[in-house]
């Protein structure tokens, strides 16, 4: 059982930067490919990247607005902590953000087996 709490959201102006966190309960962390996602109203939540086990390994989706070389996704796993950074913020970046834990590494929802409460990111322009 894992227990996940995002924190970090928050309203920015449009080329900001923000830092959200994911903090996991449990002695199995490390155990967990960790991942974002997020939900912008009235749409689908999408996956947003993911980083294995060791956190050698990262993934970011392929969205239209591609966060790869904004977003930035990282662990420590002896603290229990994954985190998003984020830069150059657009408008289109805004929704609520979920932190998620996966004994098997994917990019759809279904693949996750924990999921955090979510924090709410807005981007103005």
């Known amino acids: 059982q894992v227990q996940l709490v995002e924190s970090g959201g928050g309203l920015v102006q449009a080329g900001g930067s923000l830092r959200l966190s994911c903090a996991a309960s449990?002695?199995?962390?490390?155990?967990?490919?960790m991942g974002w996602f997020r939900q912008a109203p009235g749409k689908e939540r999408e996956f947003v990247a993911r980083?294995?086990?060791?956190?050698?390994?990262?993934?970011?989706?392929e969205l239209a607005e591609s966060v790869k070389g904004r977003f930035t996704i990282s662990r420590d796993n002896a603290k229990n902590m994954m985190y998003l950074q984020m830069n150059s913020l657009k408008p289109e970046d805004t929704g609520v953000y979920y932190c998620?834990?996966?004994?098997?590494?994917?990019?759809?929802?279904?693949?996750?087996?924990?999921w955090g409460q979510g924090t709410q990111v807005t981007v103005s322009s």
């Open positions: 449990g002695r199995t962390f490390s155990s967990y490919t």
């Open positions: 998620a834990a996966a004994l098997v590494a994917g990019s759809g929802t279904s693949d996750y087996d924990y």
């Open positions: 980083i294995r086990r060791s956190g050698l390994d990262t993934y970011y989706a």
